[in-house]
């Protein structure tokens, strides 16, 4: 115990020599201030710009930056070596100054110089020069991983390729009418939040339908080119091709946010310092960028479906599926009604049947038939039945023949044509009753039927409304009263409408008040999501919950977002250390919790909890 003692004490007087050499060792060298960034980017590729100075610098002043988004920046980043030769002790310092950049249209831009204090002068930059391309080759575009090219500057670690977007399908190469699965997926090795899809593919060519059960995400680890990938899929959609041939669909757009860690390095020379100093405790944080990714173009090659053999009556439905029909009545009489009922179900574009060929005896009277779809939709595709409802009526008496109704579809399974047949149904139809009555019909389907007698309706007699001659409303008090009320309101609403104009230009002061409301309403959505299971959309609500919530309280762009502003913020409020470290820990909880292991409901209910105890708190500390 005692030898550990004296151990500390001699790191800590270690630790307190270097600072008095730090202090009194001066420094004798060229100060050089450069900006450097790299000469090509692609268009809606996120890049650093970093300026850099090889002394202790203040003040520093960035350019006006045009043509491209400033996710985030400028962050700060200093190290400093310290040297001993001969006896003589010399140190340099380097200064870093980092922006995180996306280019937002094509073109060749020039980002102006910046500025920067050291050694009591002013120090100017050189010029920028940066040209944007449509696309240049970043990764971003999903389909290839490629090389991860690794940028450390600035002591924020990112790559090209840490987050991309991809979309893929389990099929190139059906028939006409078959179903493929197009899944739109993320890969992604840092965290990352809220991916939201911006614009999904145009589907032309195709009829589609999202599969619904893909509420959660479906995740699993992949390794591509050695490096293990997260795999989260965001979508499903059962796509059917219209047309044969070479079938292109376009790359789908997504949103997110990923989070990079941020460490500042110092070097001194010792390893003993190194470590001690780049220790993460002391040095380490995090950095929200968002990312605007794009993914791939898909190319399907439609098979055409087989002329040979084809039924007569074929429509274009390909699946596998059963065909049943039921009469409701064979014995009736004239001018009663009776129901024919048909029954397709199976697995396939079951949705694009229409109609049916029917052919009804001439002396029947029918009527458009009523539709009814029952599907459902699995990770598979599109199964259920679609029912067709005929309402017939006969007009004569006799014995009448419905002859079998035929349905043709292509099997996928037998890989032919396959046609299914009702039984042919008899109908005794006897003479109804004398009374000629009409039928009418309402609704689009036609199949609320309605019988009216042959008795004429009176017309109804409205009673009347006598007045004296002599009074006149024109020209009287409240016509005049009358006459001046929509002045008397235009007037109010533009008074009311200026002093609502006036609260509306504050608009700091707008998402101040609405802040908690809308954090309450937000929380209330993802407590809906939390009971029926629907964990991404519960962890989305949570997320903008939080994030939204600081960003309006405290009127912080959601660009510049991060736990270094959150704490400033909140310690700027003279919000308690205990509630800042516990708000900064719910965030970090809410953003990882999608992605952790263990019973799921648990987790969103503690997250939940979390996320309204946290925020009900700060609103106590601020009144």
């Known amino acids: 115990m005692e030898n550990r003692k004296h151990y500390m004490n001699k790191r800590i007087f270690l630790v307190f020599c270097s ?18 960034a790299r000469s090509v980017v692609g268009f809606g590729e996120t890049f650093n710009l970093t300026y850099s100075v090889n002394a202790q610098a203040s003040n520093f002043h960035g350019p006006a930056i045009t043509g491209f988004d400033i996710l985030t920046g400028p962050y700060t980043s200093t190290t400093s070596s310290i040297r001993a030769i001969n006896g003589r002790t010399s140190m340099s310092i380097a200064s870093t100054f980092t922006y995180i950049l996306r280019a937002n249209k094509e073109g060749t831009f020039e980002i102006p110089a910046a500025t920067v204090m050291a050694d009591n002068k002013q120090y100017r930059s050189n010029v920028v020069v940066i040209k944007v391309v449509k696309n240049a080759g970043n990764g971003q575009n999903g389909g290839t991983t490629g090389k991860n090219n690794s940028q450390n500057t600035g002591g924020i670690q990112s790559g090209s390729n840490d987050v991309y977007v991809k979309a893929v399908v389990d099929n190139n190469t059906p028939f006409q009418g078959e179903g493929v699965i197009l899944t739109y997926k993320i890969f992604f090795k840092v965290p990352i939040s809220q991916p939201t899809i911006t614009k999904p593919s145009p589907l032309e060519g195709f009829w589609s339908h999202v599969l619904k059960d893909n509420v959660k995400y479906n995740q699993y680890n992949q390794t591509i080119d050695g490096e293990v990938y997260h795999v989260a899929e965001l979508a499903k959609v059962v796509l059917y ?184 149904y ?30 004429i309706r009176h017309i109804k007699n409205q009673p009347l409304h006598l007045i004296n001659t002599g009074t006149f409303f024109f020209g009287s008090t409240v016509f005049f009263l009358m006459m001046l009320l929509p002045v008397l309101f235009f007037i109010v609403f533009i008074i009311f409408w200026k002093k609502q104009e006036e609260r509306r230009s504050d608009a700091v002061l ?13 929380l209330k959505k993802a407590n809906a999501f939390l009971k029926e299971q629907r964990q991404e959309a519960f962890y989305i609500e949570i997320s903008q919950a939080l994030w939204g919530y600081l960003s309006d309280k405290f009127g912080i762009p959601l660009a510049e977002l991060s736990m270094d502003s959150v704490h400033e913020a909140l310690v700027k409020k003279n919000v308690k250390d205990e509630i800042i470290q516990q708000f900064i820990e719910t965030l970090n909880n809410t953003e990882y919790a999608r992605f952790a292991p263990g019973e799921k409901t648990m987790i969103m209910e503690k997250t939940y909890q979390e996320a309204l105890e946290i925020i009900t708190r700060i609103e106590r500390e601020l009144k």
């Open 510 to 522: 707008m998402k101040n008040r609405k802040a908690t409301r809308i954090a309450i309403k937000r």
């Open 241 to 424: 091709p219209l047309k044969s041939g070479k079938l292109v669909i376009d790359p789908f757009e997504l949103e997110c946010t990923a989070q990079y860690k941020r460490q500042t390095k110092t070097k001194t020379g010792d390893p003993f310092f190194d470590d001690f100093f780049n220790n993460s405790f002391f040095n380490e944080s995090y950095a929200n960028v968002e990312k605007s990714l794009k993914s791939n173009s898909v190319v399907i090659n439609v098979r055409p479906l087989p002329t040979s053999e084809k039924p007569v009556d074929f429509s274009g439905t390909v699946g596998t599926f059963t065909f049943k029909t039921e009469l409701d009545n064979t014995h009736t009489k004239t001018n009663d009604a009776i129901n024919l009922k048909c029954t397709i179900t199976g697995k396939g574009n079951i949705q694009l049947i229409d109609k049916l060929n029917i052919n009804f005896p001439p002396d029947f009277e029918t009527y458009d038939p009523k539709i009814t779809n029952n599907v459902s939709t699995t990770g598979a595709g599109v199964s259920g039945s679609q029912t067709f409802e005929y309402l017939i009526i006969p007009r004569k008496a006799g014995k009448f023949t419905i002859k079998p109704i035929a349905f043709s579809y292509f099997d996928l399974e037998k890989r032919r044509y396959v046609t299914l047949s009702s039984p042919m």
């Open 426 to 455: 008899i109908v005794d139809v006897e003479k109804g009753s004398g009374e000629n009555a009409t039928v009418t019909y309402s609704g689009a389907g036609k199949e609320d039927i309605k019988y009216i007698g042959s008795d």
């Open 19 to 36: 600072f008095l050499l730090i202090v009194t060792v001066s420094l004798a060298q060229e100060v050089q201030f450069t900006g450097n």
